[in-house]
């Protein structure tokens, strides 16, 4: 069935030095989603990827979609101890309906 | 303060009990899931309804029984659950039916312990 691995699994970063998750489907998504989850709490719905290539940015955030659709990255310019938290890709594989989740990049920000 | 209201928040309950998780949203959202989620773990989807019917199935075990009263409720009943049922349930609802292309809105989530 269809997996969705993030790398790296943890991070620990100094406050103001930037971050990047990346997230590698096994097969092609028709789109991928973002969720933050702080630490305790749920999701938190991030941004949306449809087509192929696309980058969206979101103030520190910028979000890319790869070309061939089977992946993702989440970069972060400048963490601060708010972006502390699991950063999860949700994908949808080309002709089914259902989300399946990354395994997830926990991020720690030392200050 | 999230949309999507989930109680009780935190249940403990032995392995012969039976008990309901009830999730709520007011939004006009008309999909609405069930997600299982372990410590440390990405959630796991168990059900789907759309527009009130059972939509998906991921072959969750009959001790989980999924209810959808209206376009608002979600319920899930418990029954002979396993200690390793143990986990963060999450419900999430979305705006259209589960075939369109929303955002997810996730609630508190109920932390369930099976002793």
């Known amino acids: 069935g269809q997996q969705v691995m993030q790398i790296p699994q943890y991070q620990h970063v100094q406050e103001g030095e930037d971050f990047t998750t990346y997230c590698n489907s096994s097969?092609?998504?028709?789109?991928i989603q973002w969720y933050k989850q702080r630490p305790g709490g749920h999701p938190v719905f991030l941004i949306q990827?449809?087509?192929?290539?696309e980058v969206k940015k979101q103030k520190r955030l910028t979000f890319q979609f790869g070309e061939a659709k089977k992946n993702s990255s989440l970069h972060i310019t400048a963490t601060q101890t708010t972006d502390v938290g699991t950063y999860f890709c949700?994908?949808?594989?080309?002709?089914?309906?259902?989300?399946?989740f990354g395994t997830g990049t926990r991020l720690k920000v030392l200050a | 303060d999230t949309e999507v209201t989930q109680t009780p928040k935190h249940l403990v309950m032995g392995m012969t009990n039976k008990k309901s998780l009830k999730c709520e949203q007011h939004?006009?959202?008309?999909?609405m899931y069930w997600y299982k989620q372990k410590a440390k773990k990405p959630p796991e989807l168990m059900f789907v309804?759309?527009?009130?019917?059972?939509?998906i199935n991921e072959s969750v075990p009959s001790r989980f029984s999924p209810e959808c009263p209206n376009s608002s409720l979600l319920n899930l009943h418990l029954h002979a659950l396993q200690p390793e049922d143990s986990a963060l349930y999450l419900c999430?609802?979305?705006?259209?039916?589960?075939?369109?292309?929303?955002?997810?809105?996730f609630g508190d989530g109920t932390r369930l312990s099976i002793l």
């Open positions: 949700a994908g949808r594989a080309s002709g089914t309906y259902k989300y399946i």
């Open positions: 999430a609802s979305s705006q259209e039916g589960f075939r369109g292309n929303q955002p997810q809105h």
């Open positions: 939004m006009g959202h008309r999909a």
């Open positions: 990827l449809v087509k192929s290539g």
């Open positions: 309804y759309s527009y009130e019917k059972l939509s």
């Open positions: 097969t092609t998504l028709s789109n």
